[in-house]
T-cell receptor
């Protein structure tokens, strides 16, 4: 079974540009999460999809970030326009729906390292 | 707001030494607790988890953790570390309700370096 995949693995862009990150969850996982780790700090929650619906987007830092999950499969996270403080590693995770979302292990992808110059 | 504290940012040990990594959280209600590990160049993966029952939980690779509710702690232990345990370790807590039920709160991580 394939794990969570993320693309690209690295992205280097200039301030003001747009970047789109992609996450493919484990097949059949209804829950999809985005997290971010800024260098030296904790991994912080950004948002949670249940299928194609945003269950919790309270962690999104501002309106320059837009996440979508059309069709309830893969998800994209777009940053437009990017700022220097957006640099970090963006992780995606997915989990099953059964048993209650709180009790399900989240499986993480390898992350996308974003550098904004 | 909920927070998770990991007391050690970098721990350096020799092989066969014992390990204990501290984790404290701030939420007073029902919590689910996790330790994740990220080996160099690899994904975050689950080491162990606590949902309920026996507060001493055993995970993969000889790791265990003890949930002490009165201390809001979930410390990770291993009696004898190996060079292959070199990795970054993250404590995480799920303490949400309602719409925030799924989110994990992470500590800053502890980098463990084991010298052969």
């Amino acid at each position: 079974e394939a794990g969570v995949t993320q693309f690209p693995s690295h992205s280097v862009i200039e301030k003001g540009q747009t970047v789109t990150l992609r996450c493919d969850p484990i097949s059949g996982h209804d829950n999809l999460y985005w997290y971010r780790r800024v260098m030296g700090k904790e991994i912080k929650f950004l948002l949670h999809f249940v299928k194609e619906s945003k269950q919790d987007e309270s962690g999104m830092p501002n309106n320059r970030f837009l996440a979508e999950r059309t069709g309830g499969t893969y998800s994209t996270l777009k940053v437009q326009p990017a700022e220097l403080e957006d640099s970090g590693v963006y992780f995606c995770a997915s989990s099953q729906a059964s048993g209650g979302v709180r009790n399900n292990e989240q499986f993480f992808g390898p992350g996308t390292r974003l550098t904004v110059l | 707001a909920q927070s998770v504290s990991q007391h050690n940012h970098h721990v350096i040990l020799s092989e066969a030494a014992s390990l204990e990594l501290g984790c404290n959280y701030s939420y007073g209600g029902t919590v689910n607790l996790f330790w994740y590990v990220q080996y160099p160049g690899q994904h975050l993966q689950l080491l162990l988890k606590y949902f309920s029952g026996d507060p001493l939980v055993k995970g993969i690779k000889g790791f265990e953790a003890e949930f002490i509710k009165s201390k809001f702690s979930f410390n990770l232990r291993k009696p004898s570390v190996q060079w292959s345990d070199t990795a970054e370790y993250f404590c995480a807590v799920n303490a949400g309700r309602g719409s925030t039920l799924g989110r994990l709160y992470f500590g800053r991580g502890t980098q463990l370096t084991v010298w052969p």
